[in-house]
């Protein structure tokens, strides 16, 4: 019973990065109010976020198959907590900067870590495993906003910043007191290069940054669209929106055991295409709340393949010992899109001044591409893990 209980608390990792981006989203208005930042400088504090996460993730999946998961994972977590605390202090732009630069490394070395765990608790199920990750995250996003709304209805910004930072030190102890570690072989240390990264890993990872970008562009332009393009109330908004929101937990849950039994890319490909016509369906024809919520709930839940599915298929692609890396290079660029996706859609609504057109280009096209990668990539049987939890 207790080896059954243990898969579930490595994921709580995971709720730590998703609550403080939606702590500084939540908290931005009196941050900025505070240090006098303007718009552009605000907005900028989330792409340094995702710019380090990127350069983190990079190297913190090689470096849990060398030195051990635990470690690189209990190091993420600890940084992240320690750069949200810090930056709670920050007395100017920046001084919180460089924080949230810490912050950022650290959320880049907390995930590709944890989900090359969870490879290794769940070898014959990594979907599952991958869902919960994914499930975690977005418990987070939801408990990191309703948190700091509390706080700042009674204290300021920096009491928010330090609760969650409190809240991610707590989480590294239970991580460090409850994970066993696995120090690999030399020869699991000397691995090649090639084994780590090979053309599908790099394929699945361009993929990733094209699967990943429709997310990000939805989440940053969505309730604008609905807004100013649908004409709907703020309330409406936040209920399409709130609905929306719990789509990545409930598609990980449904299409993670699915791919275990079907296959990865089968599953994708069933869901990627789709995703594209219920994304055009969704933006271009859909006028009412109601419709506009069914909609987007569908194309949340057809998309929630990306990162879920794209990790575990380059584990499988990958060497067996070099499940952190392939995982560390999916995230890398899921990260990356994070930073270019919102700018890329900014760019389209101004240039083209059409926001329904807008959407439709970064959404659809990007899937159809997501789809057409995948499609080119060699499933591999899934392999088992040798390495001990």
Request: charged share 10%; aromatic share 10%; proline share 6%.
């Amino acid at each position: 019973m207790l080896n059954r209980l243990r898969v579930f608390v490595p994921p709580l990792a995971n709720l730590i990065p998703s609550m403080s981006v939606a702590t500084l989203g939540v908290a931005l208005p009196e941050l900025r109010q505070s240090l006098a930042l303007s718009e552009v400088r605000a907005g900028g504090l989330f792409s340094i976020i995702f710019i380090f996460a990127s350069i983190g993730s990079a190297f913190a999946g090689r470096l849990s198959d060398r030195v051990g998961r635990k470690r690189v994972l209990v190091a993420g977590v600890t940084m992240l907590a320690s750069g949200f605390s810090l930056a709670s202090f920050a007395p100017s732009h920046l001084i919180i900067a460089l924080c949230l630069a810490l912050t950022g490394t650290g959320y880049g070395f907390t995930t590709p870590s944890l989900y090359a765990l969870m490879s290794d608790l769940l070898p014959e199920r990594r979907g599952f495993g991958a869902s919960l990750v994914s499930v975690a995250y977005g418990l987070g996003l939801s408990a990191g906003a309703a948190v700091t709304s509390w706080m700042l209805a009674r204290a300021h910004w920096p009491a928010a910043f330090l609760a969650v930072g409190a809240f991610g030190f707590l989480i590294a102890i239970v991580e460090g007191a409850t994970i066993r570690n696995f120090v690999p072989s030399p020869a699991e240390k000397k691995l090649p290069y090639s084994a780590v990264f090979n053309p599908a890993v790099a394929l699945l990872a361009v993929a990733e940054f094209f699967g990943g970008s429709v997310f990000f562009s939805s989440a940053a332009w969505t309730p604008s669209v609905l807004r100013a393009a649908k004409g709907l109330t703020i309330g409406e908004t936040g209920f399409v929106m709130g609905l929306w929101g719990l789509t990545p937990m409930i598609g990980a849950l449904l299409l993670g055991p699915l791919s275990d039994r079907f296959g990865r890319k089968t599953v994708i490909l069933s869901t990627a295409f789709p995703a594209a016509v219920a994304a055009f369906i969704s933006y271009q024809w859909l006028a009412t709340p109601y419709a506009l919520a069914a909609g987007l709930v569908l194309f949340g839940i057809l998309k929630a393949s990306v990162p879920t599915l794209i990790v575990p298929l380059a584990q499988e692609s990958a060497a067996p010992e070099a499940a952190g890396a392939a995982a560390g290079a999916i995230m890398s660029m899921h990260y990356f899109s994070a930073v270019v996706a919102p700018l890329v859609a900014g760019a389209f609504i101004s240039g083209t001044g059409d926001m329904i057109l807008s959407m439709v280009l970064t959404a659809c096209v990007p899937l159809v591409i997501y789809g057409s990668l995948i499609a080119a990539v060699r499933e591999k049987p899934g392999i088992t893990s040798t390495r001990p939890a």
